[in-house]
């Protein structure tokens, strides 16, 4: 994609500029409806890909600093808030995390771990479907990424595995072999493996914050925590469920567990570098799960884990300086949630959730809550990442939500949860899609339609055994 696509971005400031110049509502304050229009512009550009997320973020917070939408007749305060988003302590969770998550990359432990899951359970196609994901399940809390988790760890095994297999890229005739299920199951494992915890992909601790605006607290440990029961069972029928409607070709694959184990001797011993990232991981997750106790904030755990890091030389000062993904997240992920949390304390996310709440005043909120959901699952037909579709819309329908009476922390965690769900809808629906989907194994038909059938599988899961299982951890 070329950095700037200029048809893109004029549409852009043409959706911006007709927001901008609309009256602004009754009982809304103009500067609230203009930061709107700036917000939409910059979710727009991102949406249609007009430059990258890093360059619309920048656009979004000059456009608040120059225009004084935040301040109105203060510049220099204008500016201070439109660089607030980089004093945000969750914003800087996920840039340490993508730091630490480095580390499992350069020691290779990462990499380890799954041949060591497939040397273990790749005797059969779900064998080594539940052993790739299971090692995407065990890198997902400290790797924030499941696009670097997906593409960096999980797919370059798979891919090899399936061309092992006889599923080569080149020869269509051979995609159903094994290819195109491993393809499908990694992939949608990778959906449910980012919202079982909250470091696990950028878009749930985004949730987190806007929750917490609206009085609504979660922790690193009540998020796993609600989201553990349906969350491994979506895990475990996964597999199964492709297994029965989009089976491999392939019956056996005995060659996969000698495969992986060379693959393991070749890499040798476990080194002292990965010893160190494994006592490092085991820490992180240790202040994560027990901060509270100690008074320690989960951002502050991820510092203290960098330091291990970096002090024991598992990684080096210039690691983190090239760790681009980081620093691109800090700065797109600083200006959406510099303009969410704008946009509920000038007062539009109130105004916009009493406007549509009233319209569902008449329904109970045992109807109104899978309405909610419904509606804001399906809508991620129109994005391309969990966290575009959270900036643009989670604080509107978890306001909602909450005016005409859902518990508000189970519709916070079932919201911040959907979109990344729902990822597996489109070939473009979550950052790991296109490079699944660049492997040629799944066409597009086979992606929509089994993504549509998975995606119905995954709520009905969270609604059924997550609604039981909310009532017993007492969110309703």
């Not at 029961?229 to 000698?258: D, H, S, W």
């Not at 990232?277 to 755990?301: C, K, P, Q, R």
Request: aromatic share 14%.
């Amino acid at each position: 994609m070329k950095e700037i696509n200029l048809k893109a971005l004029l549409v852009t400031v043409i959706i911006a500029v007709v927001i901008w110049f609309i009256p602004v509502p009754e009982g809304l304050k103009p500067n609230a409806w203009h930061l709107l229009a700036i917000f939409v512009g910059t979710i727009a550009g991102i949406i249609l890909k007009a430059a990258s997320m890093g360059t619309m973020a920048m656009l979004g917070i000059t456009m608040c600093a120059v225009t004084q939408v935040l301040a109105p007749g203060n510049p220099v305060k204008s500016v201070t808030d439109a660089l607030s988003g980089f004093g945000n302590a969750t914003i800087w969770l996920i840039g340490l995390a993508f730091f630490i998550a480095r580390g499992f990359i350069k020691t290779g432990l990462g990499t380890r771990m799954a041949y060591y899951f497939i040397r273990l359970f790749g005797k059969g196609p779900l064998g080594l479907a539940y052993g790739l994901n299971t090692a995407d399940l065990i890198l997902a809390p400290a790797i924030p990424s499941n696009t670097a988790r997906a593409g960096g760890v999980i797919f370059p095994i798979m891919k090899s595995i399936a061309v092992n297999m006889g599923s080569v890229p080149e020869q269509a005739d051979t995609h159903k072999k094994i290819g195109a299920f491993l393809t499908l199951s990694s992939y949608n494992a990778n959906m449910i493996t980012s919202v079982m915890f909250l470091t696990a992909t950028a878009s749930n601790p985004m949730a987190q914050k806007f929750a917490k605006d609206l009085g609504i607290h979660i922790t690193w440990t009540s998020w796993a925590v609600a989201a553990f029961v349906p969350g491994i069972i979506c895990f475990l029928l996964l597999p199964l469920f492709l297994y029965r409607f989009f089976p491999p070709q392939l019956k056996n694959t005995k060659e996969a567990p000698a495969m992986a184990a060379a693959k393991l001797k070749e890499m040798g011993p476990v080194s002292k570098q990965e010893w160190l990232m494994v006592a490092t991981f085991i820490i992180l997750l240790v202040l994560w799960i027990f901060g509270n106790l100690f008074s320690i904030d989960a951002t502050t755990g991820a510092l203290i884990g960098l330091c291990i890091l970096l002090l024991t030389g598992v990684l080096t000062w210039e690691d983190v300086k090239a760790e681009k993904g980081a620093w691109d997240t800090i700065v797109w992920f600083s200006s959406l949630v510099m303009m969410g949390s704008f946009l509920n304390s000038l007062g539009f996310i109130g105004w916009f959730g009493n406007l549509v709440g009233g319209k569902l005043s008449m329904l109970s909120w045992q109807w109104a809550f899978p309405l909610i959901v419904l509606v804001y699952s399906y809508c991620h037909y129109l994005f391309a990442s969990a966290t575009a579709q959270a900036a643009a819309m989670y604080s509107v329908f978890l306001t909602v939500g909450i005016s005409v009476g859902v518990p508000g922390t189970m519709l916070a965690i079932f919201l911040g949860a959907a979109a990344t769900l729902m990822g597996g809808l489109t070939h473009y629906g979550h950052g790991p899609a296109p490079i699944f989907f660049g492997s040629t194994y799944v066409d597009m038909r086979d992606w929509w339609k089994h993504g549509f059938f998975i995606s119905v599988l995954f709520l009905a899961v969270w609604f059924a055994a997550g609604g039981l299982w909310w009532k017993v951890l007492g969110l309703w």
